[in-house]
């Protein structure tokens, strides 16, 4: 059975998302200070700086690509998906998913995998913003919340 090593801080308000890239956790909590993001040392697990994510709305996940030095985050009241540099917080911006983002994660070739499961679908979108794709889930799928790439194994 695991253990727990260690708790962050401030355990009062609810944790909507929780990534890490380098040696720095980065946190988002709800109730707190609605549009920052906690930035941690993961050895110490001390707070180094908080980043601001202007117009940060209702979040509902994040992730970061170690390729692009980048944290993605999905806010489900401005159906977008905001773009922040890591690690201080630098090139903030945001795209349109034209639904409401549940969750999300970066594929194998660094594009953004978003789930919107009010409308069963899955998007696409390069690492600027650009819908690549989106699948339509079948009927009998019931609000999906999560969804990531499998990479395929190819054997000769």
Not at 64 to 91: E, F, K, M, Q
Not at 96 to 111: E, M, R
Request: glycine share 6%.
């Amino acid at each position: 059975m695991g253990r727990v090593l260690h708790t962050l801080p401030d355990g009062k308000h609810a944790v909507w998302g929780v990534t890490s890239l380098d040696n720095l956790i980065y946190v988002l909590r709800v109730g707190k200070s609605e549009e920052q993001i906690e930035v941690y040392d993961k050895d110490s697990y001390k707070v180094q700086r908080c980043l601001t994510v202007p117009r940060l709305g209702y979040k509902s996940d994040m992730t970061a690509c170690a390729h692009n030095c980048r944290a993605y985050i999905s806010d489900w009241s401005n159906d977008c998906i905001h773009r922040v540099g890591l690690p201080h917080g630098t090139d903030v911006t945001n795209w349109p998913v034209n639904d409401k983002p549940f969750c999300i994660s970066i594929t194998d070739t660094h594009s953004a995998l978003v789930t919107c499961g009010e409308v069963c679908k899955i998007k696409e979108f390069t690492t600027d913003g650009k819908l690549l794709r989106q699948i339509q889930l079948p009927q009998d799928f019931v609000s999906p919340w999560h969804t990531i790439q499998l990479s395929s194994v190819v054997s000769s």
